[in-house]
C-alpha cells in the first residue's frame, strides 16, 4: 500500500468564466461558458492525488453554506479523508472567480473566507492527523503563519515535506528550511528569488533554483508549463512534458503536485516522479475545470505508455 499523503491548505468554489480572452482593466467583453466546481490549491491536490490512487487525508475550514458542503463531498466521492476538514460556524467558504481565455491562460481572484479561520493553533491540534504521513503538502492561500505552522508540524511527524508557494509571496527564510521540496512556476521562482516576475528559460531555472537554495530550500522543481519542469537538488535536469492541445492550465501545477506526490509515496525516486507528474499535469490542461479536469489513474497510466517520451522506468507507479 502506498504511504499516506497529507493535504494541509485551502478550499476554494471556483466560478469560472469561459471568453475569447481575458478582458483588460475597464474592459467589458461577451463570454461563451460558465460553470462552478469545488477547487482550491489545497483541495485539488487533495482530490487529484485522491484520484491518482494516492491514500489522502485532507485538512482546512469550510464555511456553512453550501459551497462547503459540496468541496467536502467532491473530496469524499474520491476517497479523500476529511474528517481533518472542519465547518465554522457563520462563514463563508472560500470563492475563487476564475477567467478562462480560448487559448487557455487564465486570472484568478481569490476571497478566502473559511480559509482565512485556519488558524496556526488549528494546525497544532491537528497533529494526530499526520501520524504516520510520508509526504505533506502545502500551499500558500493561507495565512502565512499556519503554513509554517503546518512546515513545523509535517516536520514533526517525520513527514516529507512539500511547498507550493502559490500565490506567490515572500516567505521566511524558515519555510525554505522547513520544506523538502518546493515546486514553484517560473514567475513564482523569480518572485521567491526576489527578481521581478516573468518567463524563464530552463537555464534560467536553474539559476533562480541555486538562488533559493542558497536560502536554504531543498530539492526545487520548477515547472516550465508545456516545457516540463527543470529538477534541481545536487544537479539539474530539464525533464519535458509530454505535447498536447491545452484547453483550460487552471489547476496543472496542482496536479503536477499531487501527482508528483502519490509517485514518492509509491516509492519512487525524484526523476520518475517528475515524469509522472508531467504526464498527469499534461492530461489535465486538455479538459475545462480544476478538479473535474484531473485524470484518473487509469488514465494517466496509459498516456504514458502510448508516450514514449514520458516513459518511466520498470519501477514506475502501477507497474
Known amino acids: 500500500m502506498a504511504d499516506k499523503i497529507v493535504v494541509i491548505g485551502s478550499l476554494n468554489m471556483d466560478l469560472?468564466?469561459?471568453?475569447?480572452?481575458?478582458?483588460?482593466?475597464?474592459?467589458?467583453?461577451?463570454?461563451?461558458?460558465?460553470?462552478?466546481?469545488?477547487?482550491?490549491?489545497?483541495?485539488?491536490?487533495?482530490?487529484?492525488?485522491?484520484?491518482?490512487?494516492?491514500?489522502?487525508?485532507?485538512?482546512?475550514?469550510?464555511?456553512?453554506?453550501?459551497?462547503?458542503?459540496?468541496?467536502?463531498?467532491?473530496?469524499?466521492?474520491?476517497?479523500?479523508?476529511?474528517?481533518?476538514?472542519?465547518?465554522?460556524?457563520?462563514?463563508?467558504?472560500?470563492?475563487?472567480?476564475?477567467?478562462?481565455?480560448?487559448?487557455?491562460?487564465?486570472?484568478?481572484?481569490?476571497?478566502?473566507?473559511?480559509?482565512?479561520?485556519?488558524?496556526?493553533?488549528?494546525?497544532?491540534?491537528s497533529q494526530e492527523y499526520l501520524q504516520g504521513a510520508a509526504l505533506v503538502l502545502l500551499q500558500l492561500e493561507n495565512p502565512l503563519p499556519t503554513v509554517l505552522a503546518a512546515a513545523r508540524a509535517g516536520r514533526r511527524a517525520g513527514a516529507r515535506v512539500v511547498l507550493d508557494p502559490?500565490?506567490?509571496r515572500e516567505v521566511p527564510e524558515e519555510l525554505f528550511q522547513l520544506c523538502d521540496i518546493i515546486t514553484p512556476n517560473e514567475t513564482e521562482a523569480a518572485i521567491l528569488a526576489g527578481l521581478p516576475p516573468a518567463s524563464v528559460n530552463p537555464e534560467q531555472a536553474v539559476?533562480?533554483?541555486?538562488?533559493?537554495?542558497?536560502?536554504?530550500?531543498?530539492?526545487?522543481?520548477?515547472?516550465?508549463?508545456?516545457?516540463?519542469?527543470?529538477?534541481?537538488?545536487?544537479?539539474?535536469?530539464?525533464?519535458?512534458?509530454?505535447?498536447?492541445?491545452?484547453?483550460?492550465?487552471?489547476?496543472?501545477?496542482?496536479?503536477?503536485?499531487?501527482?508528483?506526490?502519490?509517485?514518492?509515496?509509491?516509492?519512487?525516486?525524484?526523476?520518475?516522479?517528475?515524469k509522472f507528474a508531467n504526464a498527469a499535469a499534461a492530461l489535465s490542461v486538455t479538459r475545462l475545470g480544476t478538479q473535474i479536469a484531473a485524470p484518473s489513474r487509469a488514465e494517466v497510466d496509459t498516456f504514458m505508455a502510448n508516450n514514449r517520451k514520458v516513459s518511466m522506468r520498470s519501477g514506475r507507479p502501477g507497474g
Not at 83 to 110: E, Y
Open 166 to 168: 502559490a500565490p506567490a
Open 207 to 274: 539559476e533562480i533554483a541555486r538562488k533559493l537554495q542558497a536560502r536554504k530550500a531543498g530539492t526545487v522543481i520548477v515547472k516550465l508549463g508545456e516545457q516540463g519542469c527543470m529538477l534541481v537538488d545536487a544537479g539539474s535536469q530539464l525533464l519535458p512534458a509530454p505535447a498536447v492541445k491545452a484547453v483550460d492550465t487552471t489547476a496543472a501545477g496542482d496536479v503536477f503536485n499531487a501527482g508528483l506526490a502519490v509517485a514518492l509515496s509509491e516509492g519512487l525516486d525524484l526523476e520518475p516522479a517528475c
Open 16 to 125: 469560472v468564466g469561459c471568453a475569447p480572452r481575458i478582458p483588460v482593466v475597464g474592459e467589458t467583453i461577451v463570454g461563451h461558458k460558465y460553470l462552478s466546481e469545488p477547487g482550491g490549491k489545497g483541495a485539488n491536490q487533495a482530490h487529484a492525488a485522491a484520484k491518482l490512487g494516492g491514500r489522502v487525508a485532507m485538512l482546512g475550514r469550510v464555511g456553512s453554506d453550501d459551497f462547503g458542503r459540496q468541496m467536502r463531498a467532491n473530496l469524499e466521492q474520491v476517497g479523500c479523508d476529511v474528517s481533518g476538514l472542519l465547518t465554522i460556524p457563520g462563514a463563508i467558504s472560500g470563492i475563487a472567480l476564475i477567467f478562462v481565455a480560448d487559448t487557455g491562460h487564465n486570472s484568478i481572484i481569490i476571497i478566502p473566507g473559511a480559509n482565512d479561520r485556519f488558524s496556526p493553533a488549528d494546525v497544532d491540534a
